[in-house]
C-alpha cells in the first residue's frame, strides 16, 4: 500500500453531446442526441434528451418517431479526441500528476495543492470545474476521495448533486458504501457480480467486511486491492505517463458514395494531417505508411509501404500515400471511405547520414510543421489547407 493521497477524478459530462454545444453553441439547453452514425444508435444524450425520454443506444428510426423534437448530430471522434485534449491540458496545467483514463476522464492527484493554491479540497475542485469551463467550455463532474476507486464512484455522485462535486472522505465513507450496490464498484463485470451476489454480498460494504483471505480465495489478488481501495486505502498511484502509440489510424466515411479519385485524395490527405498532428503531439515520428479503400459493398483494399526516412511531416507522407491510393483504386468501383494508418512509430529507420547533408530541410519543415499546430490550436481543427482543397 502507498502512503493516503487525494485523488479526484474528473469526468466530463455527456461528453460528445458537450463537444456539439461547444461547438454550436445553439445547441445548449435543448434535447441533443449524438448518434454512433448517420443512421446509427443514440451514444450520447444531453440532460434535456434524458428527461425527455431518450434511450441510450435506441436507433435513429426509433427515436426520431418518438421523439421527433430532438436534435441527431451524427458523431464526429475526430473533433471529440480534439476537445479532449484540450480539457487533459487544462487538467496537466492544474496539477503535475494526471492519468488519463479514457477519452472524457483522468484521474487527478490534488495532494499538497491545497498550499500551492490556498484552497480546501473542495474548494479547489470548483476552482478545476471552473477552469475548464472558462478555457474548454466543457462541463464536468468530480469525484474526490483517497483512491482511485472511490473517486470514481464519488465521481458518479458527483453527477446527481448541483455543485457536481462529491467527496468520500472518513465521515461518510461507510454511509456510501452501504448505499453503493456491488455492480456500481468500478472493475466489478456481470460475472463477478453474480459470483459475489451467490456469497450474499450485495453492497460495497459486505464486501470490504470480507477479510483479505477470503477475497484471495473467492477473487485473488484483485479482490484485496478492491477491498483496500473501498476502504480508502490507495493501492494504484496517479501515473501521469502518456504512453506512445503503436499505430495511429484516421478513416472516415465519406457520407456519399464515389469513385472520383480527387475527391478520394482530397479526404486521404486530410486523415494524413489529422493523423501527423497526433505524431507530433506524442513527440514522435513513423516509418511506414498504410493506405486504406472501403467499397460500397464494405470491400477493403490496403496496401503500405516504408518510408526513406522517419518523419512527421504531412507533405512526405502524402506523397508516399498518394501512389499507394493509386495501386488500390479502381475508377470503375464506388467506394464509401478512405483511411491512413502510420505504423513504426518511434523506429529511427536506417537511412544514412550523410556527412556535408543540410539540415536546413529538415529545420524548415519543423517550423513549418509548428505552425500548423499554433494556428489549429489558435483557431480551429483543419483551418490549414495543405497543398489540397478543402472538404467538399
Not at 337 to 358: C, M, N, P, R
Request: proline letters at 3%; glycine letters at 4%.
Amino acid at each position: 500500500m502507498v502512503k493516503q493521497k487525494v485523488i479526484a477524478l474528473v469526468d466530463c459530462d455527456s461528453f460528445f453531446v458537450s463537444c456539439e454545444q461547444k461547438r454550436n453553441p445553439e445547441l445548449k439547453n435543448k434535447p441533443v442526441c449524438v448518434l454512433s452514425n448517420k443512421e446509427g444508435c443514440v451514444i450520447s444524450r444531453s440532460k434535456e434528451a434524458k428527461q425527455m425520454g431518450v434511450r441510450m443506444g435506441e436507433p435513429y428510426f426509433m427515436a426520431k418517431k418518438e421523439h421527433p423534437n430532438a436534435i441527431y448530430p451524427v458523431a464526429n471522434h475526430e473533433y471529440y479526441a480534439e476537445v479532449s485534449y484540450q480539457v487533459m491540458s487544462v487538467l496537466k496545467g492544474f496539477s503535475p500528476y494526471v492519468q488519463i483514463y479514457s477519452v472524457d476522464e483522468a484521474f487527478v492527484d490534488l495532494t499538497g495543492l491545497e498550499r500551492l493554491y490556498k484552497k480546501k479540497y473542495f474548494e479547489l475542485a470548483q476552482l478545476l470545474r471552473q477552469r475548464v469551463l472558462d478555457e474548454v467550455d466543457i462541463p464536468v463532474s468530480i469525484g474526490i476521495s483517497s483512491s482511485k476507486t472511490l473517486s470514481k464512484l464519488a465521481s458518479d455522485k458527483a453527477k446527481n448533486v448541483d455543485s457536481h462535486i462529491y467527496m468520500i472522505n472518513s465521515q461518510n465513507i461507510f454511509e456510501v458504501l452501504k448505499n453503493t450496490k456491488i455492480e456500481e464498484i468500478w472493475g466489478i463485470g456481470r460475472r463477478l457480480t453474480d459470483r459475489m451476489k451467490k456469497n450474499g454480498i450485495i453492497t460495497a460494504l459486505e464486501l470490504v467486511n470480507k477479510t483479505d483471505q477470503w477475497l484471495d480465495k473467492q477473487i485473488g489478488i484483485h479482490g484485496i486491492e478492491m477491498r483496500h481501495e473501498l476502504l480508502g486505502e490507495m493501492t494504484s498511484p496517479v501515473i501521469n505517463e502518456e504512453t506512445t502509440p503503436k499505430s495511429i489510424q484516421n478513416t472516415r466515411a465519406f457520407g456519399i458514395f464515389t469513385s472520383d479519385f480527387n475527391f478520394i485524395k482530397n479526404e486521404l490527405n486530410m486523415h494524413i494531417h489529422t493523423s501527423c498532428r497526433k505524431l507530433r503531439r506524442y513527440d514522435t515520428k513513423c516509418l511506414q505508411v498504410g493506405v486504406m479503400l472501403r467499397t460500397k459493398d464494405f470491400k477493403v483494399y490496403f496496401t503500405k509501404a516504408d518510408l526513406d526516412a522517419p518523419t512527421d511531416f504531412e507533405l512526405e507522407i502524402s506523397k508516399i500515400a498518394i501512389e499507394l491510393l493509386k495501386e488500390i483504386y479502381n475508377p470503375n468501383i464506388l467506394y464509401r471511405a478512405t483511411g491512413v494508418v502510420l505504423e513504426k512509430i518511434g523506429e529511427q529507420g536506417t537511412h544514412q547520414l550523410f556527412l556535408y547533408s543540410d539540415s536546413s530541410e529538415e529545420e524548415k519543415k519543423r517550423k513549418l510543421t509548428e505552425c500548423f499546430d499554433k494556428l489549429e490550436r489558435k483557431f480551429k481543427k483543419n483551418i490549414v489547407k495543405i497543398g489540397f482543397s478543402d472538404r467538399r
